[in-house]
Antibody, heavy 112, light 110 residues
Framework: QVQLQQWGAGQLKPSETLSLTCAIY????????WSWVRQSPGKGLEWIAE???????NCLPSLKSRVTMSVDTSKKQVSLELRSVSAADTAVYYC??????WGQGTLVTVSS | QSVLTQPPSASGTPGQRVTISCSGG????????VNWYQQLPGTAPKLLIY???QRPSGVPDRFSGSKSGTSASLAISGLQSEDEADYYC???????????FGGGTKLTVL
């Protein structure tokens, strides 16, 4: 059984950098790509990016210029950075392997 | 606007069978398998169907999935009040090298 615990700043000002980390507890860390998915208030799901244990990443093209993903295999953690945030980036951010394992979600609000 | 197209809403009465469609293109559904997720209010999405028609352990067999060409469908039979939720389809897109989601379908049990 895999458990995900995610954390990061919940309140940001425009132009700041969003930073979230997800710790993966249990087996199969190396067996998945780990994704970040976000959901703006009242809206649908949007996939942002993914990374695997060897650092291979993929990212939604529209966000690629602002996104950095990283992995710390010793701690079984993956991290997301999203630069130059605006109100449009206000959302609940989930860490997930897009299978049965999802984090609890982190609400990030961007407001001046 | 989502890459995958779902109807925004669907409804049915208890016991009925409801289907939710998901339409895509050759670079996503046409080339890759489809997942379906259920999201109850205020909770994280839950995987309902993977690889077009496979159910994870614990998902009732009332839920079934299918795929044909560039479209997929989720069927829920014997509708129950607890099935009232938002449902999302997802697939890998080979052109974007990204996962893409449908816009979601809000299911109401009347």
């Amino acid at each position: 059984q895999v458990q995900l615990q995610q954390w990061g700043a919940g309140q940001l000002k425009p132009s700041e950098t969003l930073s979230l980390t997800c710790a993966i507890y249990g087996e199969f860390f190396s067996g998945y790509f780990w994704s970040w998915v976000r959901q703006s208030p009242g809206k649908g799901l949007e996939w942002i990016a993914e990374i695997n244990h060897s650092g291979t990443t993929n990212c939604l093209p529209s966000l690629k210029s602002r996104v950095t993903m990283s992995v710390d295999t010793s701690k079984k953690q993956v991290s997301l950075e999203l630069r130059s945030v605006s109100a449009a980036d206000t959302a609940v951010y989930y860490c997930t392997n897009l299978w049965v394992d999802w984090g609890q979600g982190t609400l990030v609000t961007v407001s001046s | 606007q989502s890459v995958l197209t779902q109807p925004p809403s669907a409804s049915g009465t208890p016991g009925q069978r409801v289907t939710i469609s998901c339409s895509g293109g050759s670079s996503n559904i046409g080339s890759n398998t489809v997942n379906w997720y259920q999201q109850l209010p205020g909770t994280a999405p839950k995987l309902l169907i993977y690889t077009n028609n496979q159910r994870p352990s614990g998902v009732p067999d009332r839920f079934s999935g299918s795929k044909s060409g560039t479209s997929a469908s989720l069927a829920i039979s014997g509708l129950q009040s607890e099935d009232e939720a938002d449902y999302y389809c997802a697939a890998r897109d080979d052109i974007l090298s990204a996962w893409v989601f449908g816009g979601g379908t809000k299911l109401t049990v009347l």
